[in-house]
C-alpha cells in the first residue's frame, strides 16, 4: 500500500509524493477522511488502483469533499479489470481536477485499463481537465442519470 488514509483525516494534505510499484492501492481514501487535498503527486505502477475511495457501510462516514489536483496516475492494475481511479461508496463534493490518468504499457488480452469509474452512489462530483491516454475506457459512470 502506498499512502492510506486512515480513520477521520480531515483538512489534511498529501503533496508531491512519488509512490511506486505499490502491491495493492497507490492512494486510498475512506473512513470519514473529509476535506483533504491530494495534489502534485505521481502514482506508478500499483497493483490494483492508483487512488481508491473506500466505502463505509454507514454512507456519512465515506470520503467526502475531497480535493485531487494535479496528480499523475501511470500504469495501475495488474490483470483484469485495471481501473486507475474507483471511486466505490457514497462519496459526495469530490473534485478531481487537473490529474493525468495514462496507462504506457502494450495491451494485453488479461487486462482492460479504465482510467475512472464512478460508482453509482457517488454524488456531486466534480470533473475538471483531466487527461487520460492509453485506456480502453476513459471514464465509465455507472450513476443513473
Do not use: Y
Amino acid at each position: 500500500m502506498g499512502f492510506f488514509f486512515c480513520w477521520g483525516v480531515r483538512e489534511g494534505v498529501v503533496e508531491n509524493n512519488v509512490i511506486e510499484d505499490s502491491g495493492s492501492i497507490g492512494i486510498s481514501i475512506g473512513h470519514r477522511d473529509t476535506d483533504n487535498v491530494i495534489r502534485g503527486n505521481v502514482v506508478r505502477r500499483s497493483g490494483a488502483h492508483g487512488i481508491l475511495f473506500r466505502e463505509h457501510p454507514v454512507a456519512r462516514r465515506d470520503p467526502h469533499r475531497n480535493v485531487f489536483d494535479a496528480n499523475v496516475i501511470e500504469d495501475s492494475g495488474k490483470k483484469g479489470e485495471c481501473v486507475a481511479i474507483e471511486m466505490l461508496g457514497t462519496a459526495g463534493g469530490v473534485v478531481l481536477r487537473g490529474n493525468i490518468v495514462s496507462d504506457n504499457r502494450r495491451r494485453a488480452k488479461s487486462r482492460t485499463r479504465i482510467g475512472l469509474r464512478i460508482g453509482p452512489k457517488i454524488k456531486r462530483l466534480k470533473l475538471a481537465g483531466n487527461e487520460f491516454s492509453g485506456m480502453e475506457e476513459d471514464v465509465v459512470d455507472q450513476r443513473k442519470r
